[in-house]
């Protein structure tokens, strides 16, 4: 070939080219559900290599994490929450592998190391236990080594280059674990930061220097671990994609050096929706937007900065929150009380305009004696005069002392009358919320909760009726409530907190006491023993719980005003004359479906190119649910990528999507980590799978009652065959192909559930043996394979899913067919290069005779 007719360019894009645009597959699981051989109790950065492996030679060209960040606010279990972060920039100490922090590690240690192992080897993740293991475990060996790590080059370069986060994060661990509490107010002249303090904090001459050093250690030798996993994951095509939460802890390293960034006297949450009729109170503190603006959003684009160390894609949690957040004030403990933040309020001459004027009337409960009798029976008189006081006949108001959520929790648990209700709390606690959120029962038990997924209806002129307006604004992402430690006595041990002996604080049944941030109902129960009364949670239940007032006044500017949710639920709202409910509706409407567009559409184009232009990371938006307008063509123009879960449609009147017709620019999957599995769905709901089976999967027969191994392929399938770029699927999805790993109950596959605040986030994969003696030979079988044995189960190792040919094949097949691009492994690549030297040597054979 002469020299002329060489390329004159080299295409380093075939995009444009391409007949069909390129899609691939991925898996989803938490970083803490991943099991290996080598893990101590919980999954390790070092395990995704493993992962990695597994994804290559099943065809999945993606591995999608939940957030991997510290998360240690209160020193016990509450923390496997992963959304609420103690530090945006440190990763979870939960994630190192300890065995491999020194290459000197003595024989007693190893035996320990082993001894944990063996402990620590459960059904799910024991948090505590493995957080006290391998923190004591790692000062062991840092206490041995420490002169040598401290002066090496790699450790010294580590410490600078991130010495912007990783000295305040430091110094933040050593006054939580030495003032026994992450709530930096209780500091003392430690509660302000200041970068003078943080310097003598964290000079070599204290005598806790070491103990600011153990926390850089940690966070040295994770970066390193996390980095080679990245690197390797990097070198085998495939995407590591991260997750971005939407809030901080009010108690973190982040609300304590950049106070200015928050709205700390508020809290993040969602309005009422399907999941919690009470709305969520995730008790993050909102972002004081115009404040990052002056930087041009410094701290948010260092975040996307350092996680693009790691990572090559990540999610968006909650993207609406950079439209608008719920927010709520500090005197919540529900999510009931809230207004979106920006939004356009009613400003008082409107409604003065309106014939709107007695403001009073509209801001406050509107409580009558009949409600009172309704609510608490024969007692009425005595709660009455506890918490309210009579302000004209028959109509009460609450006392000072409890006229908000919070006040009304601490007078019923210091009340010098407490005893009355001792052994009632929570039926007279709701009996007063009540009085509070929705004043009359009976306007409540004429509404049934509407289904999940059922059709959206439409009043005259497109709008939504608003009973459905909580269905509108749902958050499918339930987020737990913060919930505060106690701070111990100053004088407490310094350091780690995991290693001190204190007693459980669980309830009984291992569960952690109901949360002071969010009152709880005992649901189901009637108490008629002295006269209180308690409807059931079927009685009671309805598409939403609200304040029983009309209008809720802003508390920065008392002539601006904002529609509360779902007005027309209210006895206040129905108490009013016609003109009066006619203008509230009509505004109501204007308010929640009208006004605001403009204003979010022009808050998310400020914030979100600034995320996006950090980082090279491809960006996907959780935006579950229906959303305003104005969501979908941003993010359409900014090229973020959608999320569609086949339960949870985004179009009015389906009952399930059609992943067929789904745009190209969303991630497709059968299910999330918040909410059930595909298996754990089928068997929840009998009338809905019935359905599914008919409509979607085309058979009028009875519908298995379990999610059989041909269903879950069925599910599987479509959404490999759907048009979205990515089809991402959670690895007990996944597993739910082959009958040999379903014999774990269905609901215990689930990873977070959005409906309980006190969820511990534990699950790992496991599945019991020998429960049936139809299984024997089974699992037997298995045992042979995997060569793994519990005396009640058998754990589900990446080494096992390694060794499981026929599982790869079915998923490879599955890729493979549905036209998605997978990556080629080393084996593959080798057999392709061996066809083309075997093509090439015919060829030279052919020429040369």
């Known amino acids: ?16 080219f391409r007949a069909t645009p390129w899609r691939g597959a991925g898996v989803a699981i938490p970083m803490f559900s991943v099991r290996t051989n080598e893990d101590l109790g919980v999954g390790e950065f070092l395990d995704l290599k493993l992962l990695v492996d597994l994804a290559v030679e099943s065809g999945f060209h993606l591995i999608q994490l939940l957030p991997i960040n510290d998360t240690s606010v209160h020193g016990m279990w509450w923390d496997s929450y992963p959304y609420s972060s103690l530090s945006v920039f440190a990763l979870h100490p939960l994630y190192l592998r300890v065995q491999l922090l020194s290459e000197n590690i003595p024989d007693n240690l190893k035996q320990e190391i082993l001894m944990e192992k063996k402990h620590l080897d459960k059904k799910d993740v024991d948090y505590e236990a493995t957080m006290a293991a391998k923190l004591a475990i790692a000062k062991k060996i840092f206490n041995m080594e420490k002169d040598q790590i401290l002066n090496s080059s790699l450790f010294i370069k580590f410490v600078s280059d991130n010495e912007e986060w990783l000295k305040p994060y430091a110094a933040f661990c050593f006054l939580r674990d030495f003032f026994g509490t992450s709530d930096h107010s209780q500091w003392g002249r430690f509660a302000e930061f200041s970068k003078e303090k943080l310097e003598k904090l964290l000079s070599k001459d204290t005598l806790h220097y070491d103990v600011i050093c153990f926390h850089y250690y940690i966070q040295f030798h994770l970066h390193l671990q996390l980095s080679e996993a990245s690197t390797y994951a990097r070198r085998k095509k495939v995407i590591l994609k991260g997750d971005l939460p939407i809030g901080v802890d ?12 928050f709205r700390m006297n508020k809290s993040t949450g969602a309005p009422p929706d399907y999941f919690d009729k009470n709305g969520q109170n995730w008790g993050f503190p909102t972002y004081n937007w115009e404040m990052m603006s002056k930087d041009n959003y410094t701290w948010w684009r260092a975040r996307l900065t350092q996680m693009a160390k790691y990572f090559t894609a990540y999610r968006i949690d909650h993207i609406l929150g950079f439209f608008r957040i719920w927010e709520l004030p500090d005197h919540a403990a529900t999510g009931l009380v809230g207004k979106f933040r920006p939004s356009i309020a009613l400003s008082q001459e409107e409604l003065e305009r309106e014939g709107i004027w007695d403001f009073d009337r509209l801001c406050r409960p509107y409580i009558q004696q009949n409600t009172l ?8 008189t005595f709660i009455a005069s506890c918490f309210l006081r009579e302000y004209s006949k028959e109509c009460y108001e609450f006392k000072e002392d409890c006229d908000t959520e919070k006040k009304i929790i601490g007078k019923l648990r210091f009340s010098p009358e407490k005893s009355v209700w001792a052994d009632k709390e929570l039926e007279v606690r709701r009996g007063l919320f009540d009085l509070l959120q929705d004043g009359d029962r009976r306007l409540r038990a004429r509404r049934p909760p509407a289904a999940l997924g059922s059709p959206t209806s439409r ?18 992402g339930g987020r737990r409530p913060r919930v505060r430690r106690p701070p111990t006595a100053l004088g407490s041990p310094a350091w780690p907190p995991w290693t001190r002996q204190r007693p459980r604080r669980r309830a009984q049944g291992g569960r952690r006491p109901a949360s002071p941030r969010l009152p709880t109902a005992a649901a189901g129960k009637n108490i008629h023993s002295s006269g209180f009364t308690a409807q059931s949670t079927a009685a009671t239940a309805s598409p939403a719980t609200e304040h029983n007032i009309v209008l809720i006044r802003d508390c920065e500017d008392h002539g601006k005003f904002y529609p509360r949710f779902n007005l027309e639920d209210t006895s206040s709202f129905q108490k009013l004359d016609d003109h009066s409910k006619h203008v509230l509706k009509r505004l109501y409407y204007d308010y929640y479906f009208h006004r605001q567009e403009n204003l979010w559409l022009e808050n998310a184009m400020k914030t979100l190119p600034a995320l996006l232009s950090s980082s090279d990371m491809l960006a996907c938006g959780e935006d579950l649910g229906l959303i305003p307008s104005c969501v979908h063509p941003v993010m359409l123009e900014l090229g973020l990528i959608g999320l569609r879960i086949q339960r949870m449609p985004s179009e009015p009147g389906l009952q399930f999507g059609i992943p067929s017709q789904y745009n190209y620019m969303t991630v497709c999957a059968p299910s999330c980590h918040d909410c059930s599995t595909i298996r754990a769905w089928w068997e929840e709901d009998e009338e809905r799978r019935c359905r599914f089976y008919k409509d979607v999967i085309g058979s009028n027969d009875e519908p298995p009652s379990q999610c059989t191994p041909e269903v ?6 479509q959404h490999f065959l759907a048009p979205s770029m990515w089809a991402i699927f959670p690895l007990q999805d996944v597993l739910a192909l082959k009958e040999e790993y379903t014999d774990r109950p269905a609901n215990e596959e689930t990873i977070n559930d959005p409906t309980n605040p006190k969820h511990y986030w534990r ?48 998923i490879k097949d599955l ?9 080629i492994s080393e084996y593959e690549m080798k057999k392709q290069v061996e066809n083309i030297e075997d093509e090439l040597f015919s060829r030279l054979q052919l020429n040369g005779d």
């Open 1 to 16: 070939m002469s020299s002329s007719s060489l390329p004159k360019y080299v295409t380093l894009s075939d995009g444009s």
């Open 763 to 810: 699950f790992r994969e496991y599945f019991s043996l020998f429960e049936d003696e139809n299984h024997f030979s089974l699992n037997f079988s298995l045992l042979i394979i995997f060569g793994e044995f519990l005396s009640s189960g058998m754990h589900v190792t990446l080494e096992s899913l390694l060794g499981d040919e026929d599982l790869k094949i079915t």
């Open 815 to 823: 890729v493979a067919s549905s036209g998605r691009s997978y990556p």
């Open 459 to 476: 009043v005259a002129g497109g709008r939504r009726p608003v009973k459905k307006m909580c269905k509108l604004f749902s958050r499918s």
């Open 373 to 380: 009798q309704d609510t608490f029976g024969a007692t009425w």
């Open 250 to 261: 009010r108690n973190s390293v982040d609300t304590w050096v950049y106070p200015n960034l």
């Open 712 to 717: 879950a392929n069925f599910i599987l399938h």
